[in-house]
């Protein structure tokens, strides 16, 4: 379905004071709000890793849009506060480098790129010298090419002494994890293509039996000193690798292959031994929605993130904790009024640390027992919290409406974080506008948002926009976002809401909109425009909505709902709950909201589809849609454009091929993108758009 996430702060309309923020009371001309060439020249910073003595930061930067939007790594020297780029890539790599880690002695990195014909893991002394990669060659575990119905068919193979033995394959590294003495390195590597099945590939012979593909992801142990790889008999395929601080054994968790989860959770998870890794033990207690986890400080316990125990949309998950030796299980975070699951699990001791959503801020979180203690940080969303082996340093990234990102650094949580300088993430100053945390009543819930006034607020009424996140199961946070400085930029307030569904205010609120899609939801959206149009200082007559994902179908409803916006804006909609249902990548998700399959729940189904409103739009409506969408694919925005330009109401449809569904959101939205113009085009076609609906030159 759809899994566009964003989120943001709460206090009630009437609680607002003042309804300009002062860093709104600038001059015309000193105000300089993004232009559109302005988004394509912003960079991003995410993963900081603090080195083993703690006076080090490694950090991934991607390259603005502008200049490729690759990723590489950079070094801050915490002491001197300074910063220098550690790693570039050749004109020939599109991705550079990514996934940087501390070997555990401090003396050499490791990060991931794709230099040559394959994906490699390289090791950069921190001394001096070139980073070298691994050499990753394994015997091919699967070789289709010899299969008894290959085309064109597998010749007998000689018997004997002299018959051939499969050669090792140069393969790809996916991902890695280093165990904490850094004598083993646990990585992910895709079955490699056999000479067999290339020559299949290129003769043509290229037919693709759906959900039958033996090739996998499987864990392998490499040893960094030697360079030698030892198979585990882990099955695939494996997502992710937790090691114990002993570094004797580690946990893997595996996924189904094949569309297994399409049918339902099916999730494993694994312990293998270091020394022993050809007989790994399935952890037969855990549940099949385990995701990521750590070990507590003794190995006597697992820490993990999986399905919450209420009847909440998948996905929405509990923090547990498994003790190894019975694998039972208790929940931590039964209850809680917030959402977990940002990040990983970060042991503490006896205690545990999960990154959570607080209404529209974000945190850290300390379970310890029943007890929860949310942490204090000076910025209102926090995440990507990495801290060394003893915990005596600590790093995260950190930012607020008007604080662009920042990398942060502290000796212990708690204490008054120091600022890293890093690389400017923009090319010029912008305006930065605070937004205003609002709230209202909308059926018997109280509903969150996040409003954002230009500085034209403070002479007269201003056109508004209304932006819906997406997920359903996503979140408007606290933090800064490019396109709304964009939007703010062209003279518009912009209303970002948090309707039921939504995470940050616990599971029952997240699963409001079981089997009322379009309902609830909308009405809490609307009720957020007649409140802040009767607080602020909002032009009733220039409304316009825009939404991707779950924010796009939403305009879908709206299209066919209300004639209340002048214009309206939908990216990578869902229209069709059944034809979308039979054609998205995976179906899992939407199952739940419509209770079930949905030729089993017909009407359900189509009464939380857009298109059953389609008879009566009237509003100009904008789909904007990436061709290689498998999360929303191609054939929904198709559904409605065609349904709306039959009814005779105006219509656009923008394609973007190669596209997929989460790329051309982050793209329009401002974050670094290897397509130097889809995202420029986008937010050009949106601004058109609205102008023109408004009246506007």
């Given at each position: 379905m759809?899994?566009?996430?964003?989120?943001?702060?709460?206090?009630?309309?009437?609680?607002?004071?003042?309804l300009?923020?002062p860093?709104l009371?600038?001059?015309a001309?000193?105000?300089?709000?993004?232009?559109?060439?302005?988004?394509?020249?912003?960079?991003?910073m995410?993963?900081?890793?603090?080195?083993?003595?703690?006076?080090?930061?490694?950090?991934?930067?991607?390259?603005a849009?502008a200049?490729?939007g690759?990723?590489?790594l950079?070094?801050?020297?915490?002491?001197?506060n300074?910063?220098r780029?550690l790693?570039y890539s050749?004109?020939?790599?599109?991705?550079?480098?990514?996934?940087?880690q501390?070997?555990?002695?401090?003396?050499s990195?490791?990060?991931?790129?794709?230099?040559?014909?394959h994906t490699?893991?390289?090791?950069l002394?921190?001394?001096?010298?070139?980073?070298h990669?691994?050499?990753?060659k394994?015997?091919?575990?699967?070789?289709?090419?010899?299969?008894?119905?290959?085309?064109?068919?597998?010749?007998?193979?000689s018997?004997?002494p002299?018959?051939?033995?499969?050669e090792?394959?140069?393969?790809?590294?996916?991902r890695?994890?280093?165990?904490?003495?850094?004598?083993?390195?646990?990585?992910?590597?895709?079955?490699?293509e056999?000479?067999?099945?290339?020559?299949?590939?290129?003769?043509?012979a290229?037919?693709?039996w759906?959900?039958?593909?033996?090739h996998?992801?499987?864990l392998?142990?490499?040893?960094?000193?030697d360079?030698?790889?030892t198979?585990?008999?882990?099955?695939?395929d494996?997502q992710?690798v937790a090691?114990?601080?002993?570094?004797?054994?580690?946990?893997?968790?595996?996924?189904?292959m094949?569309?297994?989860?399409?049918?339902?959770?099916?999730?494993?998870?694994?312990v293998?031994?270091?020394?022993?890794?050809a007989?790994?033990?399935q952890?037969?207690?855990a549940?099949?929605?385990?995701?990521?986890?750590a070990?507590?400080?003794?190995?006597?316990?697992?820490?993990f993130?999986?399905?919450?125990?209420?009847?909440?949309p998948?996905?929405?998950?509990?923090?547990?904790?498994?003790?190894v030796a019975?694998?039972?299980?208790?929940?931590?975070?039964?209850?809680?009024e917030?959402?977990t699951?940002?990040?990983e699990?970060?042991?503490?001791?006896d205690?545990?640390?999960?990154s959570?959503?607080?209404?529209?801020?974000?945190?850290?979180?300390?379970?310890?027992?029943?007890?929860?203690?949310?942490?204090?940080f000076?910025?209102?969303?926090?995440s990507?919290?990495n801290?060394?082996?003893k915990h005596?340093a600590?790093v995260?990234?950190?930012?607020?409406?008007?604080?662009?990102?920042?990398?942060?650094?502290?000796?212990?949580?708690?204490?008054?974080?120091?600022?890293?300088?890093?690389?400017?993430?923009l090319?010029?100053t912008?305006?930065?506008?605070?937004s205003?945390?609002v709230?209202?009543?909308?059926?018997a819930?109280?509903?969150?948002?996040l409003?954002?006034?230009?500085?034209?607020?403070?002479?007269g009424k201003?056109?508004?926009?209304?932006d819906?996140?997406?997920?359903?199961?996503g979140?408007?946070?606290?933090?800064?976002?490019?396109l709304?400085?964009?939007?703010?930029?062209?003279g518009?307030?912009?209303?970002?809401?948090?309707p039921?569904?939504?995470?940050?205010?616990?599971?029952?609120?997240?699963a409001?909109?079981?089997?009322?899609?379009?309902?609830?939801?909308?009405r809490?959206?609307?009720?957020g425009v007649?409140?802040?149009?009767?607080?602020y200082?909002?032009?009733?007559s220039?409304l316009?909505?825009?939404?991707?994902?779950?924010?796009?179908?939403m305009?879908?409803f709206?299209?066919g709902r209300?004639?209340?916006?002048k214009?309206?804006?939908?990216?990578?909609?869902?229209?069709?709950?059944?034809s979308?249902?039979?054609?998205?990548?995976?179906s899992?998700?939407d199952?739940?909201?419509?209770?079930?399959?949905?030729?089993?729940?017909?009407?359900?189904?189509w009464?939380?589809?857009?298109l059953?409103?389609?008879?009566?739009?009237?509003?100009?409506?904008?789909?904007?849609?990436?061709?290689?969408d498998?999360?929303?694919p191609?054939?929904?925005?198709?559904?409605?454009?065609?349904?709306?330009?039959?009814?005779?109401v105006?219509?656009e449809?923008?394609?973007?091929?190669?596209e997929?569904?989460?790329p051309?959101a982050?793209g329009?939205?401002?974050a670094?993108?290897?397509?130097?113009?889809?995202?420029?085009?986008?937010r050009q076609?949106?601004?058109?758009?609205i102008?023109?609906?408004?009246?506007?030159?």
């Open positions: 759809l899994l566009c996430m964003l989120k943001f702060s709460g206090c009630t309309l009437l609680a607002a004071v003042c300009f923020s860093s009371a600038h001059a001309g000193e105000d300089h709000f993004p232009t559109n060439e302005d988004m394509r020249h912003v960079r991003s995410a993963a900081p890793k603090i080195s083993p003595d703690g006076q080090s930061v490694l950090i991934q930067i991607a390259d849009t200049d490729g690759k990723s590489h950079w070094l801050v020297d915490v002491k001197a300074t910063s780029q790693t050749p004109s020939s790599d599109k991705r550079g480098e990514s996934a940087g501390w070997m555990p002695d401090g003396e990195i490791l990060f991931v790129a794709h230099r040559g014909e490699q893991l390289f090791r002394p921190m001394n001096g010298g070139e980073a990669p691994f050499e990753v394994i015997v091919p575990p699967v070789d289709e090419s010899t299969a008894a119905d290959a085309i064109p068919p597998a010749k007998k193979a018997a004997g002299e018959a051939a033995k499969p090792p394959v140069e393969a790809d590294v996916s890695y994890f280093i165990a904490p003495d850094g004598k083993h390195i646990a990585i992910l590597v895709r079955d490699p056999t000479p067999g099945e290339k020559k299949e590939h290129d003769d043509k290229d037919a693709i759906v959900n039958h593909n033996p996998g992801s499987r392998y142990l490499l040893d960094p000193a360079g030698k790889i198979a585990t008999s882990v099955p695939p494996v992710r090691w114990t601080q002993q570094s004797d054994r580690l946990l893997a968790v595996t996924e189904g094949n569309g297994a989860g399409d049918l339902a959770p099916a999730g494993a998870a694994w293998v031994s270091a020394a022993d890794p007989h790994p033990s952890i037969k207690s549940p099949a929605t385990i995701g990521a986890a070990w507590s400080p003794d190995g006597s316990r697992i820490y993130l999986a399905q919450n125990e209420a009847d909440a998948p996905g929405y998950e509990d923090l547990y904790e498994m003790t019975d694998g039972s299980i208790h929940n931590l975070s039964a209850g809680f917030g959402s699951g940002h990040d699990p970060i042991a503490e001791g205690k545990v640390l999960e959570a959503e607080l209404g529209t801020h974000t945190t850290l979180i300390r379970f310890d027992g029943e007890r929860r203690e949310p942490l204090h000076d910025t209102t969303t926090v990507q919290f801290t060394n082996a005596a600590w995260w990234l950190g930012s607020s409406s008007d604080k662009l990102p920042a990398l942060y650094y502290a000796d212990k949580l708690g204490d008054t974080p120091q600022t890293l300088n890093t690389p400017n993430l090319s010029a912008w305006t930065q506008v605070a205003q945390p709230s209202w009543k909308s059926d819930f109280t509903i969150e948002g409003l954002y006034l230009p500085p034209q607020a403070a002479k201003v056109p508004l926009i209304v819906v996140h997406g997920g359903p199961t979140a408007f946070e606290e933090n800064w976002n490019a709304t400085e964009f939007l703010v930029g062209q518009w307030a912009v209303l970002r809401t948090n039921r569904g939504s995470t940050g205010y616990g599971a029952v609120f997240a409001a909109n079981k089997n009322d899609m379009g309902g609830g939801d909308y809490d959206i609307m009720a007649d409140a802040v149009l009767a607080k200082p909002i032009d009733p220039k316009a909505l825009m939404g991707y994902s779950y924010g796009g179908e305009a879908g709206v299209e209300t004639d209340r916006f214009a309206i804006v939908s990216g990578a909609p869902v229209i069709d709950q059944e979308e249902y039979g054609t998205e990548d995976s899992w998700y199952r739940w909201f419509y209770g079930g399959y949905p030729w089993e729940h017909a009407e359900s189904a009464k939380q589809s857009p059953a409103d389609a008879a009566k739009a009237k509003t100009p409506f904008l789909l904007l849609q990436g061709e290689s498998k999360t929303d191609l054939g929904q925005s198709q559904e409605m454009y065609r349904a709306l330009r039959q009814m005779g105006q219509v449809m923008v394609q973007y091929p190669r997929d569904h989460g051309l982050g329009i939205f401002g670094p993108s290897p397509e130097p113009w889809h995202g420029f085009d986008g076609r949106i601004v058109s758009f102008k023109k609906a408004f009246g506007e030159p």
